[in-house]
């Protein structure tokens, strides 16, 4: 049991660092607007600390995805959804 929470902490971990790097975020960027350092920061994306659920939501409404994204995607799905979400849509009108 041990070994699958550590699993899906590093899993969200991971998931929150590929979106950042996805959206060009720097760690010193996303820190600044939860109030925290970069080393703290870098921490949560390196698994060395847990992440409260009001950080998992603050980082979220940063990153502009669901929380629950965070949580339920390999970080390859994730980014793909990130970008058919970014997609232009196709104009169905003539």
Known sequence: MTDLFASKSKAVA???RKIREFRNYTQDYLAAKI???QNAYSKIELGYSKVTLDRLFQIAKILDVEATHLISHEPAELI?????RAAPKESTSA
């Open 35 to 37: 109030g925290i350092s």
């Open 14 to 16: 991971s998931n929150i």
């Open 80 to 84: 793909l959804l990130l970008m058919e």
